[in-house]
């Protein structure tokens, strides 16, 4: 019987786990694989494999039962998920169903998530944008958080070696505020667009309308081709999967390409309920699961372990994670575990009419969106009221004329009309908002999961500087908007709850002093040195750039240092 006990050990050990199969988790998994690791991949979602169990991709609009749309019921039953972009017919099944994974809001906060091999990678918008020294130098100039241990040059390098990896599309801009990248083709400005940037350019000092760069094959390079990808098709129907691996997924590319190493085990419908810490070797030994169909725990076994289950998901591991030496938590020496949790502010944007360019018509799909507005708020020097700044996205379209009056052929005539309307044009607000210990989670004291793991609560809002910074992103983009000669400008505050943003960030902070930080420069635990946090929960900061190419290069460097330190018998 014991050395029964010792194979199913055996089994259950390997070199590297990585905790997610997301974003970040299946950049982890193609880097330890890589290198040669064992690696064993936890998802507690089920299983979606590229192609196979994408189920609506390719379907017409009528083939679906309720042409696109949500039936009121389902809405009803999910009532955090439906205001979701993505939350369509099309892609629902993507979609955690609320009732089925609680959590508790001190405070509104409306949590999306996507359960599944992949996550939200399925589901993303697709926009990547680097860091700047102005992003990373921030806290420090600015006096909130605490500083990065690292710069634009620690990351700079890593950038590179995933933008080539993954397919961006994108200009050299030639901005300081948005460093340049390994660029694909960019998808070009639409005529109204690229009025407003030339207007722009003109009119302003540091200010910018670029086109915005998105993970999306315009061109393959054979880098893809291997990867079994292929050029995107401009269908704009990305959160249904994407046959042909037109943008960047997690399914499409990274994971496919660790099981063709070899080295990969996945294993899905795993929820991890903690971390396990040996106190005599001093460090975490492997990862406790609970199967979530047979509730069956069973504990698998590594010498390093990438946490990568996304922000929220990962501060309640690592809360739940107690022993002996770390009763608040892994790590969590410097008690701030959970804390200085952010978000970016999406709460307001503009439209306006546009008179003339009646020559022009929109032909296709734009699958980047249109324009980008880098920050220009706070850049150089401190000039508000507030601190930090706010991007912007931008998008201008040209409709048909339509009328539903009539009835019978009348009706189907107007309907039909193939005659234009005017052009219109519209931005949305992307800020960044400041980490505070007053923005936290911790796990519940009472309620539990199915699984038997404490109920995440989140205690997160907005404050004064969002206020302000929400107010002076409408006076200036209407100004902009009254310079170019728009017309009807309406400009709106809504009052979405933090959350629907999708950029979660923070709670497992990176720092210099592991009294009030959780990590390292190489997101390596300071009181546990083989366990790696590279998602979202890393950031000590969170700018106002889409985060998730960030934390692709964050983990392939995290990833490249761990082996590196494991070789040398530091881990």
């Not at 806290?139 to 958080?145: E, I, Q, S």
């Not at 923070?506 to 946090?533: E, I, T």
Request: hydrophobic share 35%; glycine share 8%; charged share 25%.
């Amino acid at each position: 019987m014991a050395n029964l006990n010792i194979d199913s050990t055996k089994e259950r050990t390997f070199d590297a786990i990585v905790i997610g199969s997301g974003m970040s988790g299946g950049w982890a998994a193609k880097e330890l694989t890589g290198k040669g690791l064992k690696t064993l991949m936890l998802e507690r979602g089920r299983d979606v494999k590229h192609l196979k169990d994408y189920p609506t991709t390719n379907l017409y609009p009528w083939e679906f039962e309720h042409r696109g749309e949500v039936p009121m019921d389902i809405q009803e039953a999910n009532p955090i998920v439906n205001r979701c972009y993505a939350f369509h017919e099309d892609a629902m099944h993507f979609f955690v169903k609320d009732h089925e994974h609680p959590y508790v809001q001190d405070k509104p906060f409306d949590w999306i998530r996507g359960y599944q091999v992949g996550g939200k990678s399925l589901l993303w918008a697709r926009q990547t944008q680097r860091w700047s020294d102005f992003d990373f130098e921030g806290p420090a100039r600015d006096g909130f958080a605490v500083d990065w241990p690292i710069r634009y040059k620690d990351i700079a390098p890593w950038y590179s070696y995933v933008e080539k990896f993954a397919g961006i599309s994108g200009n050299k801009d030639g901005l300081a505020e948005l460093p340049d990248g390994e660029f694909l083709p960019a998808f070009p400005l639409n005529a109204v667009e690229d009025y407003f940037s030339k207007h722009v350019k003109t009119a302003y000092k540091n200010r910018h309308v670029i086109s915005a760069r998105c993970a999306h094959l315009s061109k393959p390079n054979q880098i893809h081709l291997d990867q079994g990808r292929a050029q995107c098709q401009e269908r704009t129907l990305c959160q249904r999967g994407c046959p042909f691996g037109g943008y960047f997924s997690a399914n499409a590319s990274t994971i496919p390409w660790a099981l063709k190493s070899g080295n990969l085990t996945l294993r899905p419908f795993s929820v991890v309920q903690s971390i396990i810490y040996d106190e005599q070797k001093g460090k975490a030994t492997g990862v406790r699961v609970i199967d979530t169909n047979t509730k069956e725990t069973i504990d698998y076994y590594a010498r390093i372990i990438f946490v990568n289950a996304a922000a929220l998901n990962t501060n309640l591991i690592l809360l739940n994670s107690t022993s002996h030496r770390f009763p608040n938590g892994l790590g969590n020496d410097s008690g701030v575990l959970g804390k200085y949790f952010a978000f970016h502010n999406y709460s307001a944007h503009i439209g306006a009419e546009v008179e003339g360019f009646e020559e022009w018509a929109t032909d296709g799909r734009n699958p980047a969106g249109g324009g980008y507005i880098p920050r220009f708020r706070n850049v150089y020097k401190q000039e508000t009221n507030f601190l930090r700044g706010y991007a912007s996205g931008l998008s201008a379209y040209r409709g048909h004329k339509r009328s539903w009056d009539g009835v019978g052929e009348s009706l189907k005539s107007n309907l039909a009309s193939k005659d234009y309307g005017p052009w219109h044009v519209g931005s949305h607000m992307m800020g960044e908002t400041i980490p505070k210990a007053s923005n936290f989670v911790a796990l519940d004291s009472h309620q539990k999961d199915a699984w038997g793991v404490p109920l995440l609560k989140i205690s997160v809002d907005y404050d004064d500087n969002d206020e302000k910074m929400r107010k002076d992103y409408v006076e200036q983009l209407t100004e902009m908007f009254t310079t170019a000669g728009f017309k009807n400008i309406k400009a709106e505050t809504n009052s979405q709850a933090p959350g629907l943003d999708i950029h979660e960030m923070g709670g497992v902070r990176m720092g210099h002093d592991p009294k009030s930080s959780m990590l390292n420069k190489w997101n390596q635990l300071h009181a546990c040195n083989n366990v790696f946090v590279t998602d979202g929960a890393s950031m000590t900061s969170t700018s106002c750039q889409n985060p998730s190419l960030t934390y692709m290069a964050f983990t392939a460097r995290a990833a490249d240092y761990a082996v590196s330190e494991m070789k040398k018998g530091n881990i």
